[in-house]
Every structure is written in C-alpha cells, then in structure tokens.
C-alpha cells in the first residue's frame, strides 16, 4: 500500500478526535469515562472534541489541495489533546493514562512528519510560487512526454521539480494530457533520464502536471547519472528532491 497518496495524507487529519476520545475511554473501566461525558454533558470535553474536529477538517482541505500549511493546523491539534488530556491525567492522579496520552502525541508528531514528507515529494510540488504565472524552470533541462514507451508521438515540457521519486513538469503553451506514460529527460545532447511514469496530479488550468516514477525507473545505468545531476543541482542553490 503507497502511504504518499494524497489520499491517505489527506485522511491522517481525521485521527484527532482519537487523541481525546482515547484517553477519555482509558481513564476508567467499560469506557465509563466516555458515558460520563456524554451524561453531563461536560463542556470541556464537547469542546475540546469540536475544536479538533473543526481543525481535521481545516487541515484535511488544505493537505487535500497540497498546502503545506493544513499539516500546522494538524500539529496544533495534536498539542491541546495532549494538554487537555495530561491535565486531566494529572487532576484525576491517573499516572499510567499519561503513557497512552505520550503515546499519542508521538505517533501524531510522526504523522504529522509523514504528510509534510508527502507534501514535498516532487510530483505534488511545482515550486511555483504565488507570484508567478509560471514556476521556475530547471536549468539545462528539457523533457518529453510520451503516451507510452516506444511512442513517436511526444509533448516538450519544462521541469520545474525533479527528485529520485517522480518530477513535475510544465508548459507556458499548451495543455499537458494527463495519458502521458513515458518520459525522457535530456540534459544538453545527452539523455539524463529514460523512465515509465504515471500522472498523479494536474493542475487546473491543465499546464502543470506531477509525474511519479515506477519502481525501478532509475535504477541501472540510469542510477549515478540522476544522483550526480541531483547533486549538482543542490550545490548550484536549487530545490529539488
């Protein structure tokens, strides 16, 4: 199962509820501290439930449209269930309940790294910025997209994210098709990369699009050219992947 969709990053925020509803199971045997705070109506728990809820869904619209900022909402919900629940931890002398409630503030940190790994995988980032019409294009490169391997029939596009996972590619006049399933990349007279792709995302006005590499696209021969030109992007100031 591939945990990068934006599918699956996109549902992580909908665990909060878990980090109050958990810790509120635990405190007492036969789930009895959920039935109090259903009974009394305690206003703390409805909401601090509400508030993280409203903040799952801040979140998972955000991530959904891969901006970066939905993971900061997620973490900020992650740190009031884990003070609320500590606090009541504390008050109620329910050491062993802190474990389960680190626990779960651990495992929402390591979520929340996960998405903001996912975010920067380079078939979800174009690297435009708001500013700009177009993103900026890496130097010396130049691509085409193919229906398929063997194909004659190809589309030029500029790269503008480029890593060992996939690339986003661009155009400034034409719509990019979203069937494209091959791509080589050339770096001067040379061929840098030759690789089976699938589209995963494209961008709305159809000129954009993020191109996840299969298993094993650049292994082999390809392997040490597309390190060494990776590299030198980085040394030359260049964000890629």
Same mark, same amino acid.
């Given at each position: 199962m591939d945990t990068?969709?934006?599918g699956f990053v996109t549902a992580i925020p909908w665990t909060l509820a878990l980090h109050i509803l958990l810790p509120y199971a635990w405190i007492s045997s036969g789930y009895r501290g959920l039935f109090w705070a259903w009974?009394?109506?305690d206003l703390a728990f409805f909401s601090m439930l509400t508030v993280l809820i409203l903040l799952s869904a801040c979140s998972s619209l955000l991530i959904w449209n891969l901006i970066a900022k939905g993971v900061h909402f997620y973490r900020v919900g992650v740190v009031l269930a884990m003070l609320h629940t500590g606090y009541i931890?504390?008050?109620?002398?329910?050491?062993?309940?802190l474990i389960l409630v680190f626990l779960l503030f651990a495992?929402? *940190?390591?979520?929340?790294?996960? *998405?903001? !790994?996912?975010?920067?995988?380079p078939y979800y980032d174009s690297r435009r910025r708001w500013w700009e @019409? &177009?993103?900026?294009?890496? %130097?010396?490169?130049?691509?085409?997209?193919?229906?398929?391997?063997g194909s004659e029939q190809s589309c030029s596009v500029r790269l503008s994210n480029f890593g060992s996972?996939?690339?986003? +590619?661009?155009?400034?006049? #034409?719509?990019?098709?979203?069937?494209?399933?091959f *791509?080589? *990349?050339? @770096?001067?007279?040379?061929?840098?990369?030759?690789? +089976? +792709?699938? %589209?995963?995302? @494209?961008?709305?006005?159809?000129?954009?699009?993020?191109? #996840?590499? !299969?298993?094993?696209? &650049?292994?082999?021969?390809? @392997?040490?050219?597309?390190?060494? &030109?990776l590299g030198f992007l980085r040394r030359s100031g260049y964000e890629v992947s």
């Amino acid at each position: 199962m591939d945990t990068n969709t934006k599918g699956f990053v996109t549902a992580i925020p909908w665990t909060l509820a878990l980090h109050i509803l958990l810790p509120y199971a635990w405190i007492s045997s036969g789930y009895r501290g959920l039935f109090w705070a259903w009974e009394t109506r305690d206003l703390a728990f409805f909401s601090m439930l509400t508030v993280l809820i409203l903040l799952s869904a801040c979140s998972s619209l955000l991530i959904w449209n891969l901006i970066a900022k939905g993971v900061h909402f997620y973490r900020v919900g992650v740190v009031l269930a884990m003070l609320h629940t500590g606090y009541i931890a504390m008050a109620e002398k329910r050491h062993t309940l802190l474990i389960l409630v680190f626990l779960l503030f651990a495992a929402g *940190i390591t979520l929340a790294e996960k *998405i903001a !790994q996912a975010l920067r995988r380079p078939y979800y980032d174009s690297r435009r910025r708001w500013w700009e @019409s &177009y993103p900026k294009p890496l %130097p010396g490169l130049r691509a085409f997209l193919f229906p398929c391997e063997g194909s004659e029939q190809s589309c030029s596009v500029r790269l503008s994210n480029f890593g060992s996972q996939g690339c986003f +590619v661009f155009s400034e006049d #034409r719509k990019i098709p979203f069937t494209a399933g091959f *791509i080589r *990349i050339e @770096s001067g007279d040379r061929i840098l990369l030759e690789a +089976v +792709v699938d %589209p995963v995302i @494209s961008t709305k006005d159809g000129f954009g699009l993020g191109l #996840r590499f !299969q298993d094993g696209a &650049y292994a082999g021969d390809w @392997s040490k050219d597309l390190k060494d &030109y990776l590299g030198f992007l980085r040394r030359s100031g260049y964000e890629v992947s």
